[in-house]
Nanobody, 119 residues
Framework: VQLQASGGGLVQPGGSLRLSCVAS????????MNWYRQAPGKERERVAH???????AYADSVKGRFTISRDNAKNTVYLQMNMLKTEDTAVYYC??????????????WGKGTQVTVSS
């Protein structure tokens, strides 16, 4: 199983970006899907998560600006980022504990996608 993230890039302050992350492989179930980020010199932090039942939660730093959503049928999670700030600059990672067809749970991480907010 693997996660593939995309959608990062360079954007001006106040702009928007949408990240996507697709899970693939022998997947039985994915309950929680997470977005993390890591800025230079800082620890990795979880910015948002979504459960298969529809519950979502956000870090205080992104509440009201970021929206996580998912398409369970496509094993895909999105992160819509609006009103971006320079402090949102980081490498963004998707993560999910994936239950495989053999009922093994694999804590999977996608390769990061760089988001740079700069004028």
């Amino acid at each position: 199983v693997q996660l593939q993230a995309s959608g990062g890039g360079l954007v001006q302050p106040g702009g928007s970006l949408r990240l996507s992350c697709v899970a693939s492989g022998e997947i039985f179930n994915i309950n929680v899907m997470n977005w993390y980020r890591q800025a230079p010199g800082k620890e990795r932090e979880r910015v948002a998560h979504s459960t298969s039942g529809g519950h979502t939660a956000y870090a205080d730093s992104v509440k009201g600006r970021f929206t996580i959503s998912r398409d369970n049928a496509k094993n895909t999670v999105y992160l819509q980022m609006n009103m971006l700030k320079t402090e949102d600059t980081a490498v963004y990672y998707c993560n999910a504990p994936i239950t495989t067809m053999s009922r093994e749970i694999i804590d999977s991480w996608g390769k990061g996608t760089q988001v740079t907010v700069s004028s």
